[in-house]
């Protein structure tokens, strides 16, 4: 770090073993990522009035090269906060995930999620409980009514648009987990 660890107690008393702690914590930051410039760290015991457990509020503020990046551990969700190192450490192992998203993002390494298949309903035959579905690349795809999902199969259409899990069955492509879509978002 290019300034040193900046470290503030409030509603209660500084504590050389939390602050120890929250030392040791940050130093192993600059393993996470070695430009950072900045850390600052608040530990915040709740007023005196409170009626529930003391539960623990810890904010971390990093910067680095064009970005600054929070955490705000809020108490409330924590049961386990009770324990000041026990909110440090949430804290702490919650700043490394920002870290690690904010290099993969540097280096183009975002997660991409595959788009699942989709098509529409080309022919339907309720009487055996399956249909087929015409992909966008013209194929065919076999589903079973049992496929269908968070909708009841006699209440599809032909020509409704579905988004599908492609396996391979014993006679060719069949589809599972299919999902009509609304014409905004999945029917379900």
């Not at 503030?8 to 996470?32: C, H, L, Y």
């Not at 440090?88 to 700043?95: I, S, T």
């Not at 183009?108 to 087929?132: A, C, M, N, W």
Request: charged share 25%.
């Amino acid at each position: 770090m290019q300034v040193p660890l900046q470290i503030s107690f409030r509603n209660m008393d500084p504590s050389a073993t939390v602050e120890a702690a929250i030392r040791e914590r940050a130093g192993k930051m600059d393993q996470w990522h070695d430009q950072i410039m900045s850390c600052q760290v608040m530990v915040e015991a709740p007023h005196k009035h409170h009626e529930k457990g003391k539960l623990y509020h810890v904010r971390i503020d990093v910067t680095l090269p064009g970005a600054e990046l929070v955490v705000n551990r809020e108490p409330d969700l924590h049961q386990a906060h009770q324990d000041v190192y026990v909110a440090v450490r949430d804290a702490f192992l919650a700043m490394q995930r920002q870290l690690e998203n904010y290099v993969n993002r540097r280096r183009g390494e975002v997660k991409t999620h595959e788009v699942s298949p989709h098509g529409r309903v080309s022919q339907l035959f309720p009487d055996q409980g399956y249909g087929i579905i015409e992909t966008a690349d013209g194929r065919e795809v076999y589903f079973h009514e049992h496929s269908v999902l968070n909708l009841d199969f006699k209440k599809i259409e032909i020509g409704a648009e579905v988004r599908f899990s492609e396996e391979q069955g014993d006679q060719g492509p069949q589809a599972s987990s299919v999902s009509v879509v609304g014409k905004y978002h999945i029917v379900g």
